[in-house]
T-cell receptor, first 113, second 110 residues
Framework: DVKVTQSSRYLVKRTGEKVFLECVQD?????MFWYRQDPGLGLRLIYF???????EKGDIPEGYSVSREKKERFSLILESASTNQTSMYLC????????????FGPGTRLTVL | EDQVTQSPEALRLQEGESSSLNCSYT??????LFWYRQDPGKGPEFLFT???AGEEKEKERLKATLTKKESFLHITAPKPEDSATYLC???????????FGKGTRLHILP
């Protein structure tokens, strides 16, 4: 059974803290993605990666960075968390030739106080 | 600007009452249109990809169709377990980004 796992289901942090969200996939997928999902705004792409050490900005990269040191792992970093980064964060992966058939993790609900 | 609009925002149906969800899009060159299902507290689950006008895909009680301006997700004789949010997304020819609509919340009453 294919799987994308995220390090936490719920996370509460304070303004200014550095936050790491981790995502691991076991499908040997080349592509990995980070989205945030907000009511009324839908899913928005933050960053994606199509290979180890490669990254591309999505639609809303400001305030975020990413790291992909190993194929199976893609990390999202909030350098200095702010209240407007309170959201549901979803990680996804897909294979090289099936880019749009994305497998999503269960999500991390982040609250920044 | 590329855009995806889904309607209605929410839909309540009785079990067995067939209906359709709409996804209209504007994109400069469509590479593909995708449907996902999302259950509460979970990540989206891939359902279909449609590539060209006239194409249809089916899975159990769901059938997705595509025209040059919109896609429909038809649900035939739905059951309560079909209750979920259905997301539509498009990918343009010119880049790899996928743009998601805001979804339709479907609730099937037993």
């Amino acid at each position: 059974d294919v799987k994308v796992t995220q390090s936490s289901r719920y996370l509460v942090k304070r303004t200014g803290e550095k936050v790491f969200l981790e995502c691991v996939q076991d499908m040997d997928h080349e592509n990995m993605f980070w989205y945030r999902q907000d009511p009324g705004l839908g899913l928005r792409l933050i960053y994606f990666s199509y290979d180890v050490k490669m990254k591309e900005k999505g639609d809303i990269p400001e305030g975020y960075s990413v790291s992909r040191e190993k194929k199976e792992r893609f990390s999202l970093i909030l350098e200095s968390a702010s209240t407007n980064q309170t959201s549901m964060y979803l990680c996804a992966s897909s294979s090289l030739n099936r880019y749009n058939e994305q497998f999503f993790g269960p999500g991390t609900r982040l609250t920044v106080l | 600007e590329d855009q995806v609009t889904q309607s209605p925002e929410a839909l309540r149906l009785q079990e067995g009452e067939s209906s359709s969800l709409n996804c209209s899009y504007t994109v400069s060159g469509l590479r593909g249109l995708f449907w996902y299902r999302q259950d509460p507290g979970k990540g989206p689950e891939f359902l279909f990809t449609l590539y060209s006008a006239g194409e249809e895909k089916e899975k159990e009680r769901l059938k997705a169709t595509l025209t040059k301006k919109e896609s429909f997700l038809h649900i035939t004789a739905p059951k309560p377990e079909d209750s979920a949010t259905y997301l539509c997304a498009v990918q343009a020819d010119r880049d790899d980004k996928i743009i998601f609509g805001k979804g339709t919340r479907l609730h099937i009453l037993p």
